[in-house]
């Protein structure tokens, strides 16, 4: 089997598991929603607990910056605190307060359009470097078998930076979180169709960037 | 559409974006730092708005207040220049008083007004009261300013004009009107 796809796949398996709630968790999440919006600091911590890992992951695929995901992670859940009120539930927590994140950040970057993107990849673990499918990857199945793993990261975040908002939007939230396109949809504001029209151009684009990756 | 093999193969390499991860025990303390901002924006909501406003100075852009703040540095800033923009209103104010309250009196003794203490104020000012004290000889419109001379004689002062002034300005002792190249008056008692 390709070492790619066995690889891909045994992630994909753990990040959607992670990704998309259950209807356990769901009214669980039901529960607390209502407790905090009663003013119960607790019950909002447990949510934070539930979605930080989500909601920091989204920032960071957005930005490519761990201190600046990590301030607009915070800065979304402050925020969602603030509306917490307002929060109806026409749509689920998750759907709510992933809309909140990708505005933040949508935010985030037209403000700093022009600052030179840094690459902060080095602050990150860098424990898939140990991940034997991704050795497997970088040294079976790439053209060029001397290239490490922090080179292909390095390609991948500048092929990412060079999409548009809207254009790394949808791939960071398909391709990397794994969010079907009706979520994307409902996340954005978008219809379906719009969600994959992006998906498809993104794509274009990032195997232009990444050429010598994908043969 | 996106089912081709190297759409597969690109969304295999994004997928390794997701072993990206923050440090290990990042996320130990992520949730608290959040709970104590929230803290922090809640308790700020329960200090009044004046209060608040006085302690922008002293306030990080996300932390708590640090400081009461009220006396802080742009609480002191702010302060200074509210007691200067009041003490400006209030010159203003009472200038403009005294203004109309001398402008009311109308027929201000001459003396008291400008010959009592002539340095004290600016010709045109003694020549605009000095038109609207003798309304009946001088039309306040059509003042018009002749340099003069005081100069101290002994006690008393006298003024001087090498310039003609108008007839009935100054009744000169011994003079027989206006026209004449010099003008002397004498203050006081003192002889001539």
Known sequence: MDPIAESTESTESTVLARTAPNAEDASEVGHCVRRAQAGDLAAYDQLVHQFQERIYGLCYHMTSHHEDAN????????????????????????????????????????????????????????????????????????????????????????????????????????????????????????????????????????????????? | MIDDEPSKRLQQLLRLKRHETPPPGYFNEFSDTVLDRIRALE??????????????????????????????????????????????????????RLTNSEGMSGNLPLQAASFGNPSAVSPAASAVMLARSMPELVDPRSVQFHPVTVSMSGSSPELSSTNPLPYGLFQLPGASGGGSDAYRVRFGNSPR
Not at chain 1, 95 to 100: L, M
Not at chain 1, 134 to 159: G, H
């Open chain 1, 71 to 215: 301030d607009l992670a915070q800065d979304t859940f402050v925020k969602a605190w603030q509306a917490l009120k307002s929060f109806k539930g026409n749509s689920s927590f998750y759907t709510w307060i992933y809309r909140i994140a990708v505005n933040t950040c949508l935010n985030h970057l037209k403000l700093r359009r022009n600052r030179t993107p840094h690459l902060s990849l080095n602050d990150l673990d860098l424990q898939p470097e140990n991940h034997p499918d991704l050795v497997a990857l970088v040294s079976d199945k790439t053209p060029r078998r001397e290239a490490n793993l922090a080179e292909l990261q390095r390609r991948l975040n500048e092929a990412i930076l060079k999409l548009s908002d809207d254009h790394r939007s949808v791939v960071t939230l398909h391709d990397i979180q794994g969010l079907p396109h009706d979520q994307i949809a409902k996340i954005l504001g978008v219809n379906p169709g719009t969600v994959r029209s992006r998906l498809f151009y993104a794509h274009q684009q990032l195997q232009g960037s990444l050429a010598d990756w994908m043969k």
């Open chain 2, 43 to 96: 308790s700020e909501r329960a200090i009044p708005k004046w209060r608040r406003w006085f302690s922008r100075g002293s306030q990080s852009s996300n932390g708590p207040i640090t400081e009461p703040g009220l006396w802080s540095v742009g609480g002191w800033n702010t302060a200074i220049g509210l007691s200067m923009l009041v003490a400006m209103v209030g010159g203003l104010y009472w200038a403009s």
